[in-house]
């Protein structure tokens, strides 16, 4: 196989050809694209700086990073990693919204729900093209959470340049076995992320199912930077439930809660709406309730239906 059949595969020069037709994409950004998706373990591993050739690349990118694109207004510093790169927290029902679709999606300039100056597109085409790929913020670490088989990658072209380049850490999946998984997940207290990137045509692609330890967005909110959004949640303690087991608090993956004085007590701010203490508490004693200061949820039917609704009215 030559150097131009390795680059120009039939999902790369799709993705090429929706890169093409996406606006404000330049150049860089489709480099970075490619880069992204090709060499996803690299890329995360420097990112994270786990892999050996961090310190040597990680300059590199941040280079390539500035002369992606003019800075815009309202972005911070150079436009910000977390501008470009960043997640949405969803709820379990949420979730499995988003591997459940089964028809085309098209929600653009989502600023309330993904509050973010850049890529904050929901486009889903082919939404029943599913692949799980092997995590690479959970591959970069000497000793990583099981199992591997949590990242989806969700519609086109975005699935089929995975499984093309990543023929060994990637495979074709059914929506069902997409919720499985997020069950599974969700059982093991990791938290549901929407992932939406620049780089990946200014879009949501795809979910991960994010461990505290192993996550690099998750590393990243704990130094500063901040790359995560909130459900658009909060939990609530019942305190007549409630028995202060701290079950609950040793379960929080943004350690939003704590049992100071004989009952729970959940940090607003901290608080992301993931619902891992929900599942959590033998007593039942905590629910997700909607919080009208947090940006509102990434709940693709309702999205949807309202832009329908929207369009009906004129």
Not at 17 to 38: N, P, T, V
């Amino acid at each position: 196989m030559g150097i131009k059949d390795l680059l120009f595969r039939p999902a790369t020069r799709a993705f090429f050809q929706e890169a093409r037709r996406c606006k404000d994409y330049s150049f860089f950004d489709l480099l970075h694209g490619y880069i992204y998706g090709r060499w996803p373990y690299l890329y995360i591993g420097v990112g994270v700086g786990e892999h050996p050739l961090a310190r040597w690349i990680e300059p590199l990118v941040r280079v390539l990073g500035r002369l992606r694109r003019p800075k815009r207004r309202g972005e911070g510093g150079d436009g910000g990693f977390a501008q470009g790169y960043h997640g949405k927290v969803v709820t379990p029902w949420a979730a499995r919204q988003l591997v459940s679709v089964g028809e085309p999606v098209r929600l653009e300039n989502l600023e309330q729900i993904i509050p973010y100056a850049r890529a904050r597109d929901l486009i889903l085409k082919n939404p029943d093209h599913i692949v799980v790929l092997q995590c690479p913020c959970r591959s970069a670490r000497a000793e990583p959470c099981t199992p591997l088989e949590v990242c989806l990658v969700i519609g086109e072209p975005f699935a089929s340049f995975i499984a093309e380049h990543q023929p060994g850490r990637a495979r074709w999946i059914s929506s069902q076995e997409a919720q499985d998984i997020l069950e599974a997940e969700h059982r093991r207290g990791h938290v549901h992320h929407a992932f939406f990137k620049d780089a990946m045509l200014n879009r949501f692609y795809a979910i991960c199912n994010c461990c505290e330890c192993c996550c690099g967005a998750m590393q990243a909110m704990r130094n500063g930077n901040p790359m995560l959004a909130s459900s658009g949640y909060v939990s609530r303690v019942d305190a007549d439930l409630c028995i202060a087991c701290q079950e609950c608090a040793g379960a929080c993956p943004f350690g939003a809660i704590r049992v100071p004085h004989g009952m729970a007590e959940v940090d607003r701010e901290r608080c992301m709406g993931c619902g891992v203490c929900v599942s959590t508490c033998p007593q039942g004693a905590l629910e997700l309730m909607r919080a009208a200061d947090k940006c509102p949820p990434l709940e693709i039917q309702t999205l949807m239906q309202g832009a329908l609704a929207r369009a009906a009215g004129g």
